[in-house]
């Protein structure tokens, strides 16, 4: 391989897409190790891995062309793809395919306004983008090498520059995610992809070794137990319709939105694949036979795979704790405080009354203790509870999220379901208290909000509203306060709120990264 390549015609580009495969499944069982996002299934490499080799599967050495070659791949990957990882790649070389379309080799150029391109779409097909994942390195790879190139920059130059400028973008998502910061890891998806580059780049520049995660000393050390959620959509669905009248996949989005997450949708032709999450799939699957037919169907169950084994584990010998409750940070908690399953409920989404049976069914054979810290919720469980004769459960008369986290602090537990039942009443008689705080921008400034006593108060200054609503006068009979923390709080406001409680002696604090997003910060006191 010469050192001033400056075009890619279709046989190089062939044995780079072979080269980004090799590297990619040598190091599929260290990305299927550090899958935490957007749900804990351990199968990022595998999706990433399958749906690559589903592209490879369709070339044949009769494509010599650039675009020949990256036509067939890209559609082979779009319809054979797997995951969320693994549909989402898919689009981004699809993305690749559309920019550099009748091109027979492509340059520098080519190259640098395709993966440009291939970003956007990529993007577009994700419904609720997030920053830390393979997204942010598509970005941000391509934006950071841009500056460091120009028209006689080699194709070896400029894959050399990409991979490095990859590499740097992915040690950084560590710090851009809380659950990859709670577990001192980086991204899989992005790593992934970092991966495909870099054994591209290996290819043209004739270096056949591949970079090998798990002997890397560049790579953070991973903990020998990773912190993970149990994930509230139980099923990833994953399904292709060849639809009967010409519709777009944004005449789907509000349906789907309110069935599920992890939403993604790449329509080509007529045809429109769609992966979700959800607890609702043959449901979202008959919807869709209405306007067309499907082709391909794939509904894998997220409780039965080895990754959530610890659903069939119990922390306490006679009965089961089931905690609902908003935030992964919160979901967290309370399954330290001994709920064994505590499930995050998305914010904004109102599960049916059937979702949830369905997901307590799991249980309903044992004696089930369940919290919720929102009414609605709470009270579709005791409908439950009655109208399906589950004589073994108990929802717990916690409305807030703070009581919740008391009681399980406090609760002194036995081998006997019906003592720890008859302790509650016992519970209803000590005093609780809770409030929340919400930072809005108003043009220039910041406005605090909370509530005291049901009253609405609203403050320009954080200390100014603790000082009304959480005063020493308000907790002087209460000895313990916690503070969840909420998604998008600052480092400064933190501060502020911890200097509050900390100059009061009378008053035990704790802070705790709740991360829900119905609020910036909730208290509670016991």
Known sequence: MTNNQTQINGDLLYRMIMGGFASLSQNKEYLNGINVFPVSDADTGTNMSVTFNRGLEVLNSGNTTFNGVLSMFSKGMLFGSRGNSGFLLSQYFLGIHEYTKDKETATVVDLSKALQHAYEVAYKAILRPAEGTMLTIMREGIKRTLPKISSSTTTQDFFRLLVSEMFLCVKETVKQMSVLKDNNIVDSGALGLYLIFDGMKRAICGEPQYFDCEQSELLPKRPNALVKNISFFRYCTE???????NKDGKFFINYLEKNGDSLVIATDGDCIKVHIHSNIPEEILKEFSKYGDIITKKIDDLFKTEEFDRLKKRK??????????????????????????????PYGYTPSESELKMLVGEFAKENLIIFADNKSIREKLQSIKWFGGLNNCFVAECDTLSKIFFTLSSLVFSDKFKEIVKSFE??????????????????????????????????????????????????ESFSTVVVFGGKNVVDQDIDLIQSHFENNDDIECAYLEGRQQTADFIIGAY
């Open 426 to 475: 016992n519970l209803k008689k000590q005093n609780f208290f809770e409030t929340s705080i919400s930072v809005l921008q108003e043009k220039d400034n910041k406005i605090y909000s909370g509530y005291l006593k049901g009253k609405l108060i609203k403050k320009d200054s954080l200390v100014d509203l603790l000082d009304e609503i959480v005063s020493i006068k308000v907790l």
């Open 316 to 345: 306490h010998p006679s009965f089961t704790i089931i905690a609902f409750t908003s935030g992964d940070g919160n979901a967290t908690i309370l399954e330290q405080l001994g709920a064994d399953v505590a499930f995050s409920v």
């Open 239 to 245: 399904f292709v319709v060849r639809l009967k009248q």
